[in-house]
């Protein structure tokens, strides 16, 4: 009688609701601190690698000029100039391209829960992305790299159901085999000795050389409209071209966030304290080895004791290992944020940078920004006015500003201004922006 009673209880019982299946914006609530403070801690040195390359003109300087300008640094240029090349370049935009793929795996497990799929609402924030970032690209900054991340991005929705297996070790092929491939095939006519390859190889850098010379007098000394003719051109008659070469490493680092993600490394950052331990340990030490490695071939070079012409094969073994130098110094800076926040007073030390991580898109926009106004010649004109030191003391002083500007921004706002525009695209309407006009848990359908 009782099963029978309960049987008919059961029958007559509305059902439960179904969860959401809708497309939805992350809340705060399920926010990580842990990743936004990740994000604005890879913010902060990403900066520091466009101040000390872009936008204070070193990389557009040839070999003969470069010496020349910088052939007298004090020992503390000296010093900065070693730290970039051992702890900086490199080693942030691989911080970043990893959390943007683990960025993928958080979306993606929230569709997983709501029984939803992630392709069409995440190939529409794609899309948004790549507009920005080609205006962002060819408008302000051609070092842009919103336009690259989408476009690579949808490469995520062919791994997204492989193994976890398979994602590593397509991840090592793409970062570490790939470049190596893609040097060869474009360098094989040379190596094959092909008549008339070496004369339109040395054409080619020539053509290269002078095109950085009138990107660097655009830069310095042009207007805003120079600045973008010059910079398209550079854009795509060179830069994009040797940027490519990276594509499949952006990739692999992409794979690294989804693997990341999947296994909820972040989410459950306590459970998994001694593999962050390892990390630590492994990649310092491979870091440090290959970086050193990679200083002490360049200062080879630089000091003639080794030429080019010499030692044609060495480009292509140093590839990897520059490569292993830089997931090796990201992943002991991931390893050591994410083992310092399991400590209360260095979560709340360490958590000052969330809120710039929290609006990643709006503070790495706003970098060019700032860039661009201090440094180009329709703005103040700094370029080539500081030292190594000095042009990492603007970015961390200018960093700091962003700090400041991102507490005061998301204590009234639910989103950065990128974001929010993204987020509205994405989801099909303008979503609630300054905070109360929905509830904190609140749910914004698509």
């Known amino acids: 009688m ?36 990740l994000r604005g801690f890879a913010l902060c040195g990403v900066f520091m690698a466009n101040v000390y390359l872009w936008f204070s003109g070193r990389m557009f300087l040839s070999r003969v000029q470069y010496e020349a300008a910088y052939k007298d640094p004090s020992w503390l240029d000296s010093v900065s100039n070693y730290m970039f090349s051992v702890l900086i370049g490199g ?18 497990g929230r569709a997983e829960r709501r029984g939803a799929s992630v392709v069409p609402v995440y190939a529409r924030r794609l899309t948004v992305m790549l507009l920005l970032g080609l205006a962002h690209l060819f408008l302000l900054f051609q070092g842009d790299i919103v336009s690259t991340y989408a476009l690579l991005g949808f490469t995520l929705l062919v791994f997204h159901r492989r193994a ?17 491939l893609e040097n ?11 008549p008339g390859a070496e004369e339109a190889a040395k054409a080619s ?17 042009g207007s805003w409209p120079d600045t973008v003719r010059v910079g398209a051109a550079y854009y795509l008659g060179d830069l994009g071209r040797n940027l490519s070469v990276y594509f499949p490493v952006i990739v692999g680092r992409f794979l690294l966030g989804l693997w990341a993600g999947r296994r909820r490394l972040f989410h459950d950052a306590s459970q998994h304290l001694p593999f962050f331990r390892r990390l630590l340990a492994w990649g310092l030490g491979l870091g440090l080895l290959a970086s050193g490695l990679g200083v002490l071939v360049g200062q080879l070079f630089s000091r003639k004791v080794l ?3 010499s030692v044609p094969w060495l480009p292509f073994a140093m590839s990897p290992v520059r490569h292993l130098g830089e997931m090796g110094i990201a992943a002991a800076y991931v390893a050591i944020i994410t083992l310092l926040f399991q400590r209360e007073a ?37 370029m080539h006015t500081f030292g190594s030191a000095a042009q990492f003391a603007v970015a961390l002083a200018l960093f ?33 922006m300054r905070r109360g006009a929905v509830p904190e848990d609140g749910v914004v359908n698509a």
Do not use: K
């Open 2 to 37: 009782r099963i029978a009673a309960l049987a008919r209880m059961t029958s007559t019982t509305s059902p439960a609701p179904a969860a959401p299946t809708e497309a939805q914006p992350i809340e705060a609530a399920e926010r990580l601190p842990l990743l936004d403070t």
């Open 91 to 108: 080693r942030f935009i691989t911080l970043f391209s990893f959390l943007f793929g683990l960025g993928f795996a958080v979306q993606l």
């Open 164 to 180: 976890d297996r398979t994602l590593l070790l397509w991840a090592t092929a793409l970062i570490f085999l790939a470049p190596v």
């Open 184 to 194: 060869v095939a474009l360098r094989l006519p040379q190596l094959l000795g092909t």
């Open 205 to 221: 850098a020539e053509r290269a050389s002078a095109l950085r010379a009138q990107v660097l007098e655009a830069f310095m000394h």
């Open 307 to 309: 030429q080019p012409e």
């Open 346 to 382: 260095w979560r709340r030390c360490l958590s000052v940078l969330a809120p710039v991580g929290h609006m990643a898109l709006t503070n790495y926009l706003l970098e060019s920004v700032l860039g661009v106004a201090l440094f180009y010649g329709y703005g103040l004109g700094w």
């Open 400 to 432: 700091s500003l962003q700090v400041v500007f991102s507490h005061l921004w998301l204590a009234r706002f639910r989103f950065g201004p990128a974001e929010w525009v993204t987020r509205s695209l994405t989801y099909g309407r303008a979503q609630p």
